[in-house]
């Protein structure tokens, strides 16, 4: 699993999910997780500061000595997990592998020998896989893995947001307030800010949130030179008028800001590509296709169109569709799948 923060939600949201009769299952995870988790067993990496290669290597040993006979891993990379798997494959015999697809389709589609491994891994061992978009699936479907891969759309967080209070930001009412944050906060200023005349928008106001971010503050420009902690981008979401989403190459992994503003029913400007394409016929904000986003940020700013234009009955499909009800029992539905 990942240091730190990463993927942490999803990685709690997932043991909720699990089916009641998984409930005597171990974990095996870095310390940074484990204490963010209601997990009784728990073999522990204490050191988070390991480099990616040692971090796989350091837990793929405590896995090694565990009894269970269904492994599910939430994060790994396409190479050294499954190279280790097969080295030690006496460990594995008779195994069943459950495997998280986050951000392995594009390695797969690039090729190299580097793929290997998952291939030969998901070839000799009992291996099914999680597909978290459509999009994903069907890629994976083209790659050869119709027979292994399984689609569960990724969970919403609504089960988080129990007794939240937000901050409020000040943000000016009569301006539609905008907020980019974190990675899609680097593609607006490196893509977008330097190729459109974003004063134009003049009842726009775009709200930048990251660190290192090479951009000016102007009128309708504000930079926001931080990492947001939790409590703060919770607010940011349950105040803007939208999370825009600059990002056109979003490939086929799923986006976790997206189910964030799902679940705080913050409205979205999105494109129509990806895990976006998902909610297109969802009245959840405004979808662009990369030549019409200058005549969309126009409409947005001539109708002034507010958070309050999406009532929050609209977001209620979407819920349904990412709950973590029907992740556990579709969840259940792929264990029994072996």
Known sequence: MNREESHLDFNKSFIKAIPSEYSDFKFIGNYSHVKHLNVDKASLLNKDAYSWPKRVISLFFK??????????????????????????????????????????????????????????????????????????????????????????????????????????????????????????????????????????????????????????????????KKRLSVHEFRSVLAQCDF??????EVGYRPSGILLDSLSNKCPVFAPLEGHFSEFKNENIGVFYAEANLQDKLMKINSDRIKRYNFPDENFKESLNITSLDLFSQKLSDHYLSF
């Open 63 to 224: 896995l090694l000595f565990s009894n269970k006979k269904h492994i599910t891993v939430l994060a790994f990379e396409n190479y050294f997990f499954p190279t280790l798997t097969i080295l030690f494959f006496p460990f594995f015999i008779g195994k069943r592998f459950t495997l998280v697809i986050h951000n392995n389709i594009a390695s797969f589609i690039s090729g190299g020998l580097k793929n290997i491994p998952l291939r030969f891994m998901i070839v000799f061992f009992n291996v099914k896989l999680i597909c978290l978009t459509e999009s994903g699936k069907e890629k994976m479907d083209e790659l050869g893995f119709s027979k292994s891969a399984n689609f569960i759309p990724h969970m919403n967080y609504c089960h988080f947001k129990k007794g939240f209070n937000s901050t409020n930001l000040l943000y000016q009412e009569k301006k539609v307030n905008i907020a980019i944050i974190g990675r899609q906060a680097h593609i607006f200023a490196n893509k977008i800010a330097p190729k459109i005349n974003l004063e134009i928008y003049k009842n726009l106001h775009f709200h930048v949130y990251g660190l290192g971010i090479n951009l000016n503050s102007s009128k309708n420009i504000s930079l926001i």
């Open 243 to 248: 999370c825009f989403f600059p990002n056109i």
